[in-house]
Nanobody, 124 residues
């Protein structure tokens, strides 16, 4: 059974930082490209960041470039999203996802497995 479990969400003031984690179990983590997406209330889910299976390639949404950093440790079956200089518009449920193609894709349809999400709230 494949499971993706996110953690690290919470309430933070604008300008603050949070670090999200995602652990994959039930599959070989190093086979998968990993991504982060988010969905704000009343909005569609959007791409945030992605990392290829070896971590050699990354991709970011323009809205988070320079502020967010995605990383992974295949030995720990874990990926992270370091979020700095958070803005109120970053308030959303953040989801991690796994892509068997192994690339850092922005396309949500390419991801086979999804976590249940972790809530991030940024106050102004």
């Amino acid at each position: 059974q494949v499971q993706l479990v996110e953690s690290g969400g919470g309430l933070v003031q604008a300008g603050g930082s949070l670090r999200l984690s995602c652990v994959l179990s039930g599959r070989t983590f190093s086979n998968y490209g990993m991504g982060w997406f988010r969905q704000a209330p009343g909005k569609e889910r959007e791409f945030v960041a992605a990392i290829s299976w070896k971590g050699l390639s990354t991709n970011y949404a323009d809205s988070v470039k320079g502020r967010f950093t995605i990383s992974r440790d295949n030995a720990k079956n874990t990926e992270w999203l370091q979020m700095n200089s958070l803005k109120p518009e970053g308030t959303a449920v953040y989801y991690c996802a796994a892509d068997l193609w192994g690339v850092a894709t922005m396309e949500s349809g390419r991801y086979e497995y999804w976590g249940r999400g972790t809530q991030v709230a940024v106050s102004s």
